[in-house]
């Protein structure tokens, strides 16, 4: 088991594609299996899209709901797009606030 890997860190949240439909996950395991070739993630599904817990060869690797667990290798995953706007980068917020405190300005200068 890695901590990290390639910018991948355990408790990132990720996208995954399974029969075409992007998923939404969290990673929970990052590592290599036996018989796979490369390094795996192993990920927790926000819905029951997976399959089983997180075993693997009868292996507890990671532990999820029942039908939320997958295993893909980690250059099969992507980072989610934020298109929420309450999750904006804290810069976005203080641009939005310094817009604001400019426009209270022009507006006791137009007093004046």
């Not at 029942?66 to 989610?80: E, K, Y």
């Amino acid at each position: 088991s890695l901590d990290e890997w390639k910018g991948w860190r355990t408790g990132n949240q990720c996208v995954c594609e399974l029969n075409g439909k992007k998923n939404e996950a969290s990673v929970k395991w990052i590592g290599r299996l036996k018989e796979l070739i490369g390094v795996h993630a192993g990920v927790q599904f926000d819905d029951p899209v997976g399959v089983g817990t997180g075993l693997y060869q009868g292996e507890e690797v990671f532990r999820t709901a029942p039908n939320h667990a997958g295993f893909v290798r980690l250059s099969g995953i992507s980072r989610p797009v934020v298109s929420n706007p309450s999750n904006a980068h804290p810069s976005t917020d203080l641009s939005q606030k310094e817009k604001k405190e400019k426009n209270v300005g022009m507006r006791s200068e137009e007093k004046e």
